[in-house]
């Protein structure tokens, strides 16, 4: 008996240690103001970090590379820019679905707003 559980722990085992992989570039969809807005974050992890970067689909505003964590199928990432002049702070807190999205909040300097995302 023993025998056999522990070749079912063993069988099990590789599925278990999957995590979540939030790695590709991403196109997050969110509302701020009333006005949609397109972000696209390209995300590269290793282990339970994050790096990458991220811009938003607006001209003349270049990429910020961001830094995050994963913690199973939670992510939380952000990055530092200025816009019209001003410095803000932008964070995400995304979770995976198992349908492959990601679905959470964007942060403007602490303010939520959901965001939707799909891997492009």
Not at 11 to 28: H, K, N, Q
Not at 58 to 75: H, M, N, Q
Not at 91 to 101: C, I, P
Request: charged share 15%; aromatic share 6%.
């Amino acid at each position: 008996m023993k025998l056999q559980h522990l070749a079912m722990l063993i069988a099990l085992a590789p599925s278990a240690a999957l995590a979540a992989d939030f790695s590709g570039t991403w196109r997050i969809d969110n509302v701020f103001n009333g006005a949609s807005s397109i972000i696209s974050c390209t995300l590269l992890q290793s282990g339970n970090s994050l790096t990458g970067t991220c811009r938003p689909d607006i001209p003349g505003i270049a990429a910020s590379e961001l830094r995050g964590t994963v913690d199973g199928s939670s992510a939380k990432w952000g990055y530092d820019v200025v816009f019209n002049g001003n410095a803000a702070r932008v964070d995400y807190v995304a979770e995976l679905a198992q349908d492959g999205t990601l679905q959470g909040n964007l942060l403007r300097n602490g303010s939520p707003t959901p965001i939707t995302a799909v891997k492009q």
